[in-house]
């Protein structure tokens, strides 16, 4: 695609960056097949072809408009096409660009920019979404269905967590909005990691990801964030922490990409790098540490295994490109896994885009959930907290969090 863009972004590093990613695009369509909100509205404005080309316009100089934010507000940012694309295009980074471009020259309306400015201070403070999700399971029998459906129930208590004792050591991120929500996975993280000799443990003052406000197009509180956790892991790095392990693929897949955010941040740059280099996914680490998981799980004795329907977040299978992993570790734990049709399409949790497009959002979990359903699971399992959270506001049958199902 060959490209002018305009003298305010032509020569500055985000222009520099549009410029090698439009130019890659081949205008070959290849990505409407696979993505989510052209599946459901059939605008190619609400595909990712018709994006790049908004995006084109835009940083050609082109007036913009709040039609031209409102198409960029409803991707998913999913990266289903990138998966698909077969000339590289990096569509992620672009509509980062684009959507921070768009947001400084159209005003919103005032509802829509109070929604986004609150989701952003309320949602990565994790003593205050959990202090009002306390309340809101107490006033969950008086709150409508809908709203209802999106409060889980208190987990049940589980045993105390094993103390760090082990020479081998890695880090966990607490994240946000998980501990409140279902603390149960990261205590299954820790058990199992202990259970095969490593110890797991979260750093103090680590939070957020910054993926939140970042997304939401407060990108400079999202990269404060990242500065942040950096800060709060850096001398446990330094201190022999062999991983940073995630067990939500949404931060797994920001954190990844530390290194590409804080890039031309003298400060942080090179930290930013190793961070990234050392992030991985929990099931990246058990599948590098299989054959002692095996010898544990034998140790252990038969398992009651479950038939489980896997939902791969975007973030786990196209951000992250881990594609076979959890299903495979699921097996070894003695489970059998289900075949799903269309397990590339999102969920439509992505984030906060459950709370701003609820009409698009619930389309698609409804979609994912009946193909979820049709093999007839006991179980549906997924690796990020905002697809169990999204699945079980529309399904009777427990959805959990994979490494739960390794635990006897």
Request: hydrophobic content about 40%; glycine content about 8%; aromatic content about 4%.
């Amino acid at each position: 695609m060959q490209t002018q863009l305009a003298d305010f972004i032509r020569d500055t590093a985000d222009g520099q960056e549009a410029d090698r990613i439009l130019r890659a695009c081949v205008h070959c369509g290849f990505c409407l097949a696979t993505c989510p909100t052209y599946q459901i509205l059939g605008d190619e404005l609400d595909s990712p072809r018709g994006r790049i080309y908004l995006m084109k316009q835009m940083l050609e100089g082109a007036t913009v408009t709040r039609k031209t934010l409102t198409h960029l507000d409803r991707c998913l940012t999913c990266r289903n096409c990138e998966t698909t694309c077969p000339s590289g295009v990096q569509y992620g980074k672009l509509i980062d660009i684009g959507r921070r471009v768009a947001e400084q020259k159209v005003t919103r309306p005032p509802a829509q920019a109070l929604r986004r400015r609150a989701l952003a201070k309320f949602l990565p403070q994790q003593q205050l979404f959990g202090g009002a999700l306390k309340l809101g399971r107490m006033a969950r029998p008086f709150l409508p269905d809908a709203l209802a459906g999106k409060i889980p129930p208190a987990p049940a208590l589980r045993q105390p967590l094993p103390a760090a004792r082990h020479a081998r050591t890695m880090l966990a991120l607490a994240g946000c909005v998980q501990p409140a929500l279902a603390p149960q996975i990261n205590a299954a993280a820790i058990k199992v990691l202990d259970a095969i000799g490593i110890s797991l443990f979260e750093a103090a003052r680590a939070g957020c990801c910054g993926a939140v406000s970042f997304h939401l197009n407060f990108q400079e509180e999202g990269l404060a964030a990242m500065r942040r956790n950096i800060d709060a892991w850096w001398p446990h790095v330094e201190s022999g922490a062999e991983a940073i392990v995630m067990t939500a693929s949404g931060c797994g897949v920001t954190v990844k990409e530390y290194g590409h955010y804080l890039r031309h941040d003298p400060a942080y740059a090179e930290k930013a790098a190793r961070v990234s280099a050392l992030t991985k996914d929990l099931s990246e680490v058990l599948l590098a540490e299989e054959t002692a998981l095996r010898a544990w799980l034998e140790r252990r004795g038969p398992a009651q295994g479950k038939r489980v329907s896997f939902h791969a977040p975007c973030t786990l299978q196209h951000g992250q490109k881990i594609t076979g992993v959890v299903e495979a570790l699921l097996t070894v734990a003695g489970h059998t896994v289900l075949p799903v049709a269309e397990s590339h399409l999102c969920c439509g949790s992505a984030g906060t885009y459950s709370l701003l497009e609820p009409e698009i959002s619930m389309q698609l979990r409804d979609r994912k959930l009946g193909h979820l359903a049709s093999p007839r699971p006991e179980v549906i399992a997924s690796a990020n907290i905002g697809c169990l959270t999204q699945l079980q506001s529309g399904t009777a049958t427990p959805v959990r969090h994979w490494v739960e199902l390794l635990l006897p």
